[in-house]
């Protein structure tokens, strides 16, 4: 095993990231760029950096959200919205669309709300991030991780998988996930507390037959909620979840889309608590309400009588999921609205805005894979993303408690504890 520091010049100062994802090399450029005489050092485990990068949005980089209002943007956050919200006075989603411009790179902004690149390639994000990297004379070591830390009074010295150590005034941490990682023991052992990790952004393992075969077809504007039930046996605490509304996407294992990934992600914990066995309920027309409906279904009585009810009714709903909806409402192919009893427009309003489906296990979602938990927030100063624990230690990214809805945000988490934590490292202080 061999001891050296990172460069022979001991008056310089001595910088190393751990991890060479979204948020370490933003801190590495913006420490590097601004402290230009500091020896800046990226080490990535893997041969592979940025990879969350290269798959997001499908390949095209979802690179944040077209949110400008601090305190707006923090409710995107199950975890961390508190904390976040001044840390994005300070770096927020128009900060990093100016600095993308000026390195050439225009994002552009989708119906949603979410940013993309106008090549719609990752790679284009890749590329600048090596090229800044490289002419900030950032040092990026690919297959070296970090197994081990120790903190001295005055530096830190830095286990590698190599077997190498090697020091550093200051550190950041910014691993992504820290499960399965090595550091979590070296992080407690240093006096910080792992939140409890748990999966975030995941789809729905439903097996149904009102929804097979239906795979492809997607509502734009339904709503889904966890059924009071389940909540109290994870938490009797919490008496109810909050509905979230938007695209939901029948698939062949059960249902995905924005819809019900926020719901993965708001109900994280208290899924995982009840190991991924649960009840929801679906309302396949959004927010309206049972008297609606009704309405609804009085008109098409008076002028519609004689038409099928399994004929298209709601230009939301796509044909063959209301021909299943009706069918499941036990309403025959020739019963027209004139013949619909009370009772089984009852059950029809009920399978169409109320429908329960039982949950059995998750999917991780596409290119979408986050997980809630981590170094304990209050553990960490978001003005500089330092530790309060061990001076020189800093965070960044998905290490920490911090995790977004889907649509950008957990970049732009990711940018801005980046950002913070490479300006204050390359202090000279």
Request: charge should be positive; charged fraction near 20%; include cysteine.
């Amino acid at each position: 095993m061999t001891t050296s520091t990172l460069d022979a010049t001991h008056s310089q100062k001595h910088i190393a990231i751990i991890g060479g994802g979204a948020g370490g090399f933003f801190a590495a450029i913006t420490a590097a760029e601004t402290n230009p005489a500091a020896i800046v050092t990226l080490y990535e485990r893997s041969q592979h950096t940025l990879s969350k990068v290269k798959i997001s949005g499908g390949g095209r980089c979802n690179v944040t959200h077209s949110c400008f209002d601090p305190a707006k943007l923090a409710t995107h956050y199950p975890r961390g919205s508190r904390e976040l919200r001044g840390a994005f006075h300070r770096w927020q989603p128009q900060d990093t669309i100016h600095w993308f411009a000026e390195r050439g790179i225009t994002l552009k902004t989708e119906a949603d709300g979410r940013m993309f690149p106008d090549t719609d390639d990752s790679q284009t994000i890749i590329d600048c991030f090596h090229t800044a990297a490289d002419n900030a004379g950032v040092k990026l070591l690919k297959g070296v991780g970090l197994k081990n830390l120790t903190h001295h009074s005055s530096h830190f010295t830095l286990h590698l998988s190599s077997g190498a150590e090697v020091h550093a005034d200051a550190i950041c941490i910014a691993t992504g996930s820290l499960k399965a990682s090595p550091l979590t023991r070296a992080l407690e052992t240093l006096g910080h507390t792992i939140e409890p990790l748990a999966p975030s952004l995941f789809a729905f393992n439903v097996a149904d037959k009102r929804t097979h075969g239906l795979s492809g077809l997607s509502v734009q504007n339904a709503s889904v909620s966890l059924v009071a039930a389940s909540l109290a046996t994870a938490s009797p605490r919490k008496s109810k979840s909050l509905a979230q509304t938007g695209p939901i996407l029948i698939t062949h294992r059960g249902f995905s889309g924005p819809a019900i990934l926020r719901l993965s992600a708001w109900e994280a914990r208290s899924l995982q608590d009840q190991n991924y066995h649960f009840e929801i309920t679906i309302n396949w027309l959004g927010d309206q309400t049972e008297n609606q409906v009704r309405e609804q279904f009085a008109k098409l009585r008076k002028h519609k009588g004689r038409t099928f009810v399994r004929s298209k009714v709601f230009e939301a709903i796509p044909r063959r999921l209301w021909e299943r909806i009706v069918e499941a409402a036990g309403i025959s192919e020739e019963m027209q609205w004139s013949q619909l009893s009370k009772t089984i427009e009852t059950t029809l309003i009920h399978e169409l805005i109320g429908a329960r489906y039982c949950v059995q296990g998750k999917t991780t979602n596409k290119d979408e894979f986050v997980t809630c938990g981590g170094v304990r927030l209050k553990e960490v100063d978001f003005k500089t993303m330092q530790s309060r624990k061990v001076p020189g230690l800093y965070f960044a990214g998905e290490c920490l408690d911090i995790d977004g809805i889907t649509g950008g945000f957990n970049f732009q988490a990711a940018w801005t504890g980046g950002r913070i934590a490479g300006l204050a490292m390359s202090s000279d202080q």
